[in-house]
């Protein structure tokens, strides 16, 4: 019985984590779309409905996006304003 209880639970955080991700994903979506930016969603939840039946139910761990160079200034202005910070290791 608990083993059932622990995968219904983890089964359940893992859809909370999956449909927050989903959130933002198509929050960045918007904000690119209205600045107008020329870019692409990579792998991930791009890949839905071919690669699951539901996006939720797709492996994701990050959030992938290709911005050409005109785009980049405003992408990096538009996902710092999000939190988000470049990694340590790549030049600013």
């Known amino acids: 019985m608990w083993h059932a209880r622990f995968a219904a639970e ?3 955080t893992i859809r909370h984590a999956r449909a927050a ?12 779309q209205r600045a107008a930016l020329s870019y692409a969603i ?9 690669s699951v039946p539901r996006p939720e139910l797709r492996s994701q761990l990050d ?17 710092e304003g999000r939190g988000y910070q470049p990694a340590r290791h790549q030049r600013a």
Request: no cysteine.
């Open 10 to 12: 983890t089964w359940l």
């Open 63 to 79: 959030i992938d996006f290709l911005v050409t160079q005109d785009s980049a200034r405003e992408a990096r202005r538009i996902l």
């Open 21 to 32: 991700m989903i959130a933002e994903l198509s929050a960045i979506h918007r904000e690119f």
């Open 42 to 50: 990579l792998k991930g939840f791009s890949l839905w409905p071919a």
